[in-house]
């Protein structure tokens, strides 16, 4: 079952891409092999290999239908994309529209296309490659996106960033990604650039949580009794789960990611709502509850694993 129903909205994941994305040390400079040690029946085989070290990683979108519209949340990676520090994304070719189809979605269905944040592996299918110009590949879409991220990066505006990202971290916010994903569908008038707070129907809201980018953001389904967070980067692992202190080589702002990441978990586990982090493979979302100054899984969601 990749489908489910949460109060009046369906969810149904399409996942482009999965694989190893790098050993843990360098995606989690400051977690020791103990935590991942003593974690392992939450990581393997799902989310973590053992023998090699390293984090497995789903990018995959999130295909919201409510209110009688049709929701993309976060557009992956995408095709034809120039990504010289991430040799496995650049010029990728997958069947990714195909996949859509598959579960109803035709480019021109999409109403409205969430970015959570400006990152590559975030905005890639915002656009596709046509007669050699880049093209909005959702042509009836508003892309709905956080102004803080727009402007931060936009090259004309000259944002320092984090110079310590390593390869990685270059591959998801630097080469032409904002010219190649971004400002293409600015130029065709189908951005909302948003600040602070954005409400899309009764069920489906944006807010910000900032760190891991300035714009970083959660989209909250509350539904009836159903509750859900979309939260983007915030968590790339379940060992943030039971480590929230622990953030990634990634973001802009690591103090202020973590502040964010515990404030969405503490809200997560209060509310009984399922966690969606972008990335996660396996079952994709979970419930989560407090224990102690940490969080525990209390359940998984029921999509069928991926892996």
């Known amino acids: 079952m990749q489908t489910i129903t949460l109060g009046a909205v369906d969810?149904?994941?399409?996942?482009?891409?999965?694989?190893p994305v790098a050993p843990t040390p360098a995606i989690f400079p400051g977690s020791t092999p103990r935590m991942w040690r003593e974690n392992e029946s939450l990581l393997v085989p799902d989310f973590w290999t053992p023998g090699t070290d390293e984090l497995m990683a789903n990018v995959q979108t999130w295909v919201l239908r409510s209110e009688g519209r049709t929701i993309l949340v976060d557009t992956g990676i995408?095709?034809?994309?120039?990504?010289p520090h991430m040799p496995?994304?650049?010029?990728?070719?997958?069947?990714?529209l195909g996949q859509l189809a598959a579960v109803g979605v035709?480019?021109?269905?999409?109403?409205?296309?969430?970015?959570?944040?400006?990152?590559?592996?975030?905005?890639?299918?915002?656009?596709?490659?046509?007669?050699?110009?880049?093209?909005?590949?959702?042509p009836n879409a508003t892309y709905v996106i956080a102004k803080a991220d727009f402007d931060y990066w936009n090259p004309v505006n000259n944002h320092p960033k984090r110079g310590s990202l390593g390869g990685v971290g270059v591959a998801?916010?630097?080469?032409?990604?904002?010219?190649?994903?971004?400002?293409?569908?600015?130029?065709?008038?189908?951005?909302?650039?948003?600040?602070?707070e954005y409400r899309i129907d009764a069920h489906l809201s944006l807010r910000l949580a900032?760190?891991?980018?300035?714009?970083?953001?959660?989209?909250?389904?509350?539904?009836?009794?159903?509750?859900?967070?979309?939260?983007?980067?915030?968590?790339?692992?379940?060992?943030?789960f039971v480590e929230p202190d622990c953030d990634t080589c990634l973001s802009e702002d690591q103090e202020e990611a973590t502040r964010s990441r515990r404030r969405?978990?503490?809200?997560?586990?209060?509310?009984?709502?399922?966690?969606?982090?972008?990335?996660?493979?396996?079952?994709?979302?979970?419930?989560?509850?407090r224990e102690g100054s940490k969080f525990a899984l209390e359940r998984w969601a029921a999509f069928d694993r991926t892996r």
């Open 172 to 196: 998801l916010a630097g080469g032409d990604m904002f010219e190649d994903s971004v400002a293409p569908v600015h130029r065709a008038g189908q951005t909302l650039l948003w600040e602070d």
């Open 78 to 83: 995408g095709n034809d994309k120039a990504r």
């Open 264 to 289: 969405i978990l503490e809200q997560a586990a209060d509310t009984r709502s399922l966690v969606f982090p972008a990335h996660l493979p396996g079952h994709g979302a979970a419930e989560i509850r």
């Open 106 to 138: 035709r480019p021109e269905d999409v109403d409205i296309v969430v970015n959570t944040h400006v990152h590559s592996d975030h905005v890639g299918w915002n656009t596709r490659l046509v007669d050699g110009a880049w093209v909005p590949t959702f």
């Open 210 to 240: 900032p760190g891991h980018t300035p714009g970083s953001s959660v989209l909250e389904l509350a539904s009836g009794t159903e509750r859900a967070l979309f939260i983007g980067d915030l968590v790339h692992s379940p060992l943030q």
């Open 11 to 19: 969810i149904t994941r399409v996942v482009e891409w999965h694989a």
């Open 88 to 96: 496995a994304w650049s010029h990728l070719r997958t069947d990714f």
